[in-house]
């Protein structure tokens, strides 16, 4: 595909778009960027694989590529905010992006509706679980599903770190979960 | 289901890889990519140029630099590498100024976009100003005698 977008297949280039756009998002919303640092961060990431195609050196890696650039666009964000010691905390901003229709749709029978809250809380519960699993559960969520070396890349763990730490990280969040008498 | 492991072998398992569709399937609802963004990343691949050679980015300030005490608002300095021709850039709230090394004369523009292009004032030994600072990504594009460069994107 990549190889393909090289040689100037816009359909190509599209579907890189379509398939690792969610990857590249979850990696600045693992983050915690504020809206406009994670949409310049967003498009920084991909203006530079546009730059970079044809000289990257293993085309099937462009996942990682896109992730490893997404992640020290981020850290470049978070230093600078830091240096500049802003009042304004990125913490603050963080939430679920405004286009909130999907989830709106969804609310029109009970049942839908009861999915939703669990949704919902399935998302709050994720605040409460620290940083390490808020961040591996955000990029691993991203579809299609991240591999190891893409969610190594994102976050600058280990891959061997990855199996471990999304199972604790899962066990956790269900049990939060069930405590809260969310089956 | 991930890369890493195989099919779920015991309930606990199986109840891992539900839980994390079900955070997928969440995220596709609650958090999904900006359709604006999407579309901007779309266009980003007007941005493929073969023909240009790329300057990286080989200092930053913002990574590169130890912390100057009380510089509260030190300019974000920038190099620019592609062979033997180096592009310092420094970018302060008023705009940028840089020059292009060895000096000779260039045409030199600041992309904001897949679109966006504006020139900049260049001197004959490639000194170059302007007096709007670039707001989110941006890359320079030169042209001197028959080469074209151009910079890596980053945010300012």
Known sequence: ?183 | MNGGDGMPEGPEEFADAVLEEELRQAAVVLDPVPAELLQVALEAFALHDLDARLAELTFDSLVDALPVRGAVDAPRMLTFRAGGTTVDVEVTEDGLIGQLLPPRPARIEVLGGPQATRPLTVDPLGRFTSDTPPSGPFALRLRTGAEVIVTEWLRA
């Open chain 1, 1 to 183: 595909m990549v190889q393909s977008a090289v040689d100037g297949d816009a359909a190509a280039w599209k579907a890189l778009v379509e398939g690792m756009s969610p990857l590249v998002w979850s990696v600045v919303r693992a983050h915690r960027l504020s809206d406009a640092d994670g949409h310049e961060v967003f498009q920084t990431t991909w203006f530079r694989f546009a730059q970079h195609l044809g000289r990257i050196r293993e085309p099937d890696k462009a996942g990682a590529w896109l992730a490893s650039t997404a992640r020290h666009e981020c850290l470049k964000v978070l230093k600078g905010l830091a240096r500049l010691t802003l009042t304004d905390d990125p913490r603050v901003l963080d939430r679920a992006s405004e286009d909130r229709t999907p989830e709106e749709t969804l609310i029109d029978s009970e049942e839908e509706a009861d999915r939703a809250e669990r949704v919902r809380r399935l998302w709050q519960e994720l605040d409460g679980l620290g940083e390490r699993c808020r961040q591996l559960l955000r990029v691993l969520m991203a579809s299609p599903p991240p591999s190891y070396g893409e969610i190594s890349a994102a976050l600058g763990i280990a891959v061997g770190s990855i199996g471990p730490l999304r199972q604790r990280c899962l066990r956790r969040l269900r049990a939060r979960m069930n405590a809260r008498g969310a089956v």
